[in-house]
């Protein structure tokens, strides 16, 4: 299987940290946030290569890869501007050809076993075209809550809403189905969000699986001060 790795933001929230570091080369307990999910991947066997995008302080992105342990199961696309988190997905089609494709955001910290959440998607039921790791947020509001059927199967999807109806939430980490890619694909305009143009359309056609492991969003300055706390004893 491939993977996409968005990683191509401005990361403005983790200001000044960002002014001169791109997002997923902030480092947590000194490692870059990226590396850990190249690790995190490759050591799983079940991802053969992995694409980054760039865009903001590209070139520390490009040096960075080109010297990594894995950097020949590594490959760069370079966004002159932004495309959104699905316009990626779109833009290198050919890439990912007809399998199915993990996506995650780089600027996350996880845990979760790889393994197990393909499992998963290869056991989901029959309608389910992607599978979505979710988790316990303890900040519900700054992210995608999603509602279950007794199948773990999404039927609702609130993102970013001022009151949600719970804690279990959208960790940006998918498997697609060919299918999903397609639908991409075939949707007009270059800029085009994952959140707010693909979830929403594939509510009850999407199976979640809770990964029950640590995983947090790099976002804030908070965020990344709880992640480093966090690490020393997960890493």
Same mark, same amino acid.
């Given at each position: 299987m491939r993977a996409l790795l968005l990683a191509a933001g401005l990361g403005t929230r983790l200001h000044p940290i960002t002014e001169s570091v791109p997002k997923c080369l902030v480092p947590v307990r000194g490692r870059p946030l990226i590396d850990y999910w190249f690790d995190h991947l490759f050591a799983s066997a079940m991802v053969?290569?992995? =694409?980054?995008n760039t865009h903001y302080l590209a070139r520390q992105v490009e040096d960075h890869v080109a010297n990594s342990d894995w950097a020949k199961r590594i490959d760069l696309v370079h966004e002159s501007e932004l495309l959104?988190? @699905?316009g990626t997905i779109k833009a290198n089609r050919h890439y990912f050809g007809s399998g199915?494709? =993990?996506?995650a955001h780089a600027d996350n910290l996880t845990t979760f076993d790889v393994g197990h959440f393909f499992a998963a998607h290869a056991a989901r039921p029959a309608r389910c075209a992607m599978t979505m790791l979710t988790f316990r947020t303890d900040d519900p509001r700054?992210?995608?809550?999603v509602e279950l059927d007794a199948s773990d199967v999404v039927?609702?999807?609130h993102e970013k809403v001022e009151d949600p109806p719970g804690n279990l939430a959208n960790a940006a980490v998918y498997v697609f189905t060919p299918e999903v890619a397609d639908f991409v694909a075939r949707l007009d305009g270059h800029v085009i969000d994952l959140s707010t143009e693909i979830i929403p359309h594939f509510v009850g056609r999407i199976l979640a699986f809770d990964g029950r492991g640590y995983h947090r969003d790099?976002?804030?300055?908070?965020?990344l001060r709880r @992640?480093?706390?966090d690490a020393g004893r997960l890493f």
């Open positions: 053969e290569r992995v =694409l980054v959104g988190t @699905a199915e494709l =993990l996506v700054s992210c995608g809550i039927i609702g999807f790099i976002g804030t300055i908070e965020s @992640a480093n706390e």
